[in-house]
Structure formats: structure tokens, C-alpha cells
């Protein structure tokens, strides 16, 4: 019906091959709808809501090769989610003058803090420590969202929860299956780094639960979830002209990298990552404005 | 030349160790740096960016190609210093205050590179200060401001302000996902990069 956002799912058995298919079902049936970040001369982008299943999340290709960023950036970004190498970047929300960052992944969801106390939560410990208690729990979750500052803000977080059960499976096997749901989600420049931090994000959680319950625990099905999962306007011309060229003239294989045979070059990078970071906190009071 | 083709092809594939390899044994059969880097290594960027700018490479393939460049160069840079070679042009970039995304900038500074000018990159949430410190120490030929950010790109019209208030009248070059030509002419920015592709070209033809 006119005026419905299509409601789209599609099913992968590995991460690059799952987001391929996200990018080109949004591409294909999604809505044609305006956006804050649309200029004036911008096409309107392609909208929908989507699920997305990657079957075995470590399958490899995991790395599909359009992305925004090189596979250093893909580890810093990785190093951000999952190490908060950037969390002094976040600003103090009751200063008006700081202009840095107003969240990081890490930093919410591993040190979500409360107004007015100096209270946080580790709620990734929490995740992994109620699973391995009663691992049906239908309460191990994590959110990022705070009603106090998000409603207001200039730049709330996209990604809104993740979710985690366990099930056995064959042999008596422990999966972690893990739901994650973005109210609002770059398919194109976004997303497939998004996924890979988180499905890192998974297996750390995995190994925390196998570490506090003395069982084994692999990985379930990662499912991405995204309210407004888009295609902006003004990247269509470059996505018709890289991504979907490159669908038809390249093979899959040309299309995408084994994270096995480049995690030496995405080590390599850490050092330099490191020491980037290090320069950014020496900056952080100038950028502050103060 | 056989081995600078090979220095080239391996560039364009990404193959770091081959790359070096190559340089190594191309300066024991007695080939200068220079021609190392003009027929082999700048031949292959030259590739890679055409390559990213027809839509037939992704950023990673770009990154990877920069990257065997890079190690070849750790070894060519001391003897090319030596030989007094000259570099296409300076380009002084970073992206502006508050600014912490450089991914784009990254990519640039890497065409750049690949087309034959010597980079000073000063990194991400770059002072204004900074900026024009920088550019009378370094006496570039190109400033270029990268920000993705529409609260942050303002500050490209501040950097701008204060390198003329300081008489430095390099030209700037401006570029990041949320700008415009509209934009860029608002705050008076000598040449404005709809993409890092862009950037390349239009700054050759500027500054030829």
C-alpha cells in the first residue's frame, strides 16, 4: 500500500555475501523518500526496513571489498566498538561549547553512564554474565538510547540494541544467537562495517560466556536488524556505477577478501592506529574550543 | 622495462612484499630511484586511481596498492633525497577542527600521492593555527580541507580566513560528503572536490 515502508529480509550464509544482498534488495524495492542529510540537488534515497540473517557469521569471505574505508579502517573501526580506543572523544553533555562526539558504540554499551551519579554499566558483562546463568534468559540485552540526552541531541546513536540467546545445536553444541536492531542504518557506507565490529562484538561475547560457565560457546546466526535501512541520494551514482557494475563484471570472489588472509595487514595497522589515537587526545582540548 | 612492468602490475594488485622485492632487486641491476618510482610505481597509482574513479576498483584495492607504494618507498625515499628529485607539488592536508573522520582525507592524500606530489598530512581535528603554522613552514602548493561533518565544514571557511589574514594565498582546496560547489564558493575556496578522484584532476589542471 502506498505509504508503507517496504519491509524487506534477506539470508546470507556469510557476512559479505548477506550484506550484498541487503544493499541490492533496498536498491530494488525500497522506497524513494527525502532525508535530513539530502542536498538540494540530491536524487531522494532508497528506504526500507529490513532483517538481515548472516547464517554462520565467521564464514568465510567475511569482508566484502565496497566499503568506505580501507581494511586499516575496518580494524580501527573494529578497535573502536569493541577496545573504546576512542571514547575520550565522546563530549560532556552538559557543556554546550564541547563539539566532539556524542557517543561511542564502546563507551555505550560497555560504560553506559547515568545522569547526576557516577554510576555506569558494563552491560556487554551483564549480557554474557546472565547468559551464563540461565542461558534461555529472554533478558540478556544491551542498549545504547538515553531519554535524557538522545531525544535532544545533534547526532543520537543508530544503533539502538543487541539482543542475545543461547540454543543447543547439533552434539550438544551452545550457539550464541544474536539479534541487533538500528533505528537507522547507511547501507551503502555504513552497514557492512557496522556488522563486522558487531559479529566481533558477538564472538567476544561467546568467549566471555565460555569463560564464566566452563562451556563451550560458538557462534548462532547474527540478525540485522534496521528500522530506515537506506541508500542515499547522493551516493546513487557512485553505488550504480562501482557496486553494481562490479555485481555483474566480478565474481564473488573478486568482490570480497577471507578476513583470514587479511588479518596480517589489519594487524599490521594497529601501531599506526594506536598512535593516531594518541594524537587525537592530545588535540582534544584545542577541538573543544577551549 | 621487464621488472618496472612487474613493479607496476604488483602495485595495481596490491602485493606489498612483491613490491618490495622488485624495488630491491631493480636497484641491484643498477635502475635509479627516480625511475623506479615514475615508470613503476607512480605508472601503477596512475592505474589504480583511473581504475577508482571509472568505479572498476573498491577503496581497499586502492589502500592495498597504497600500501605496497608506501614500503617501496620506505626504501627509494633516502636515495631519491640524495638524487635532489623533485616532487610534482606539496600538498598540505588535513581535515578541519572537530573533524575526526579521514577516511576521505586518507583516500585523497593517497591519489595524491599516487599522482606524484609529496604529501604533509597533518591528520584529523586540525587547528586552524595549525594550518597556517604548518603552510609557512612547509610553503605548499595546494591546501587541501577535508570535513564530513555540516557543523565541522564551516570550519573550512575559518581556515580559509585566517591563511589570506596571515597572507598566505596557497590555493584550497576543499572536499568531504556533505559540501557543495554553492558551499565551497561561500567560503571561498580556490577549488572545490565533488570526490578524491575529482580533487586529482582538478587540481592538475589548476596548478598546471
Known sequence: ?290 | MEILDSIKENLISGEADDVVELTNTALDTGLDANQILKDGLLEGMTVVGDRFKEGLFFIPEVMMAARAMTKSLEILDPLLAEAGVKYRGTLLIGTVQGDLHDIGKNLAAILFRGAGFKIVDLGSSVTIDKFITKAKEHNPDLIGLSALLTSTMLNMGLVIKGLRENNISTPVIVGGAPLTQEFANSINADIFASSASDGVEKALVALS
Open chain 1, 1 to 290: 500500500m502506498q505509504g508503507n515502508i517496504p519491509v524487506l529480509s534477506v539470508s546470507g550464509k556469510s557476512l559479505a555475501e548477506a550484506w550484498e544482498k541487503s544493499v541490492l534488495e533496498v536498491y530494488e524495492k525500497g522506497c524513494l523518500i527525502k532525508t535530513e542529510y539530502d542536498k538540494p540537488n540530491d536524487p531522494p534515497s532508497k528506504d526500507c526496513t529490513i532483517i538481515i540473517v548472516v547464517e554462520d557469521p565467521l564464514a568465510e569471505p567475511m569482508i566484502h571489498r565496497d566499503m568506505p574505508g580501507g581494511l586499516e579502517d575496518l580494524q580501527e573501526y573494529v578497535m573502536e566498538v569493541l577496545e573504546g580506543i576512542k571514547d575520550h572523544w565522546v563530549r560532556d553533555p552538559n557543556d554546550p561549547d564541547d563539539t566532539r562526539w556524542e557517543y561511542t558504540y564502546h563507551q555505550r554499551l560497555f560504560n553506559y553512564a547515568l545522569p547526576e551519579t557516577e554510576k555506569t554499566f558494563d552491560q556487554i558483562e551483564i549480557v554474557a554474565q546472565k547468559l551464563s546463568e540461565v542461558p534461555y534468559t529472554r533478558r540478556a540485552q544491551a542498549i545504547t538510547w538515553k531519554v535524557w540526552e538522545d531525544n535532544t541531541c545533534y547526532d543520537p546513536a543508530c544503533l539502538q540494541s543487541i539482543w542475545c540467546r543461547l540454543l543447543k545445536g547439533e552434539d550438544d553444541q551452545w550457539l550464541l544467537n544474536t539479534n541487533i536492531r538500528f533505528r537507522s542504518n547507511d547501507a551503502y557506507k555504513a552497514a557492512f562495517m557496522n556488522m563486522f565490529a558487531l559479529i566481533q562484538l558477538q564472538k567476544k561475547i561467546a568467549e566471555r560466556i565460555s569463560e564464566l560457565s566452563g562451556i563451550n560457546v560458538i557462534l548462532g546466526r547474527y540478525v540485522h536488524q534496521a528500522d530506515s535501512y537506506h541508500i542515499y541520494g547522493s551516493y546513487m551514482e557512485e553505488f550504480e556505477n562501482r557496486f553494481l557494475r562490479m555485481h555483474k563484471e566480478r565474481s564473488f570472489e573478486e568482490r570480497t577478501y577471507r578476513y583470514e588472509d587479511m588479518k596480517g595487514i589489519m594487524e599490521e595497522a594497529i601501531p599506526g592506529i594506536l598512535e593516531k589515537v594518541a594524537k587525537m587526545s592530545e588535540t582534544q582540548d584545542i577541538s573543544k574550543g577551549k
